[in-house]
């Protein structure tokens, strides 16, 4: 069936580097994902979302990028934080609308000081 | 705060028993979603609720599980004769119902049946 995965289960980055957290996505037919960010014993936290008429979408030290020829999709975060140690997951909407979400396995990132 | 909240945020039940959550949406979005996530998963859909009709559930959530939202607002998730395969967290979710608006995720209750 229709999934989202993620190419590595973990990745660990100096303090101070860019992070590149990668998700790749099966369904075409998906116009809307989003990334999480979900800290121990917490729910998912919104970080960024972007629509499939986009290819890339910037926020506070983050920044998403779509490529839909490849379904491919990718959190980068600037200048990491020890604050920014978490699981991230990508997750998708499959049809329009908020239909629920699909999300991916999550990579988990260790910031090392 | 006006995040979703959820209660309780632990319980520990013995298999058998029956439990019973609460999710508080983010006031006025009107879906209202639960999800199940096991440990070094991605969440799992369970149900979602728009407004007080129950729109959709997974195959996930068998004759054991039953959800509520009676007034639109708070809505409740009942697991009866739980098994230790219940164990999980249980995270609720909300949103408007213009299209594209995400998720807010509340804290999840964490399930641990003994």
């Known amino acids: 069936g229709e999934s989202v995965g993620l190419h590595l289960p973990t990745l660990s980055v100096q303090e101070g580097d860019n992070s590149i957290i990668n998700c790749a996505y099966s369904?075409?037919?998906?116009?809307?994902f989003i990334w999480y960010k979900q800290e121990s014993g917490k729910g998912p936290q919104f970080i960024i979302d972007i629509r499939s008429n986009m290819d890339k979408r910037q926020g506070q030290r983050v920044t998403v990028l779509l490529n839909k020829t490849v379904k491919h999709l990718s959190l980068q975060i600037a200048a990491t934080q020890p604050g920014d140690s978490a699981v991230y997951f990508c997750a998708e909407i499959p049809n329009s609308g908020n239909t629920p979400l699909v999300f991916g396995k999550g990579t988990r990132l260790s910031v090392i000081a | 705060d006006t995040g979703v909240s959820q209660d309780p945020r632990h319980k520990i039940t013995k298999r058998g028993q029956n439990v019973t959550f609460r999710c508080d949406p983010i006031s006025e979005h009107n879906r209202l979603y639960w999800y199940r996530q096991t440990l070094g998963q991605g969440p799992e859909f369970l149900t979602y609720f728009q407004n007080e009709a129950q729109l959709e559930k997974s195959r996930l959530l068998s004759d054991r599980f039953s959800a509520e939202r009676p007034k639109g607002s708070f809505s409740t998730l009942e697991i009866q004769r739980t098994e230790q395969g219940d164990s999980a967290m249980y995270l609720c979710?909300?949103?408007?119902?213009?299209?594209?608006?995400?998720?807010?995720f509340g804290p999840g209750t964490r399930l641990l049946v003994l």
């Open positions: 369904n075409s037919a998906s116009d809307y």
């Open positions: 979710a909300s949103s408007p119902l213009r299209w594209g608006e995400t998720q807010y």
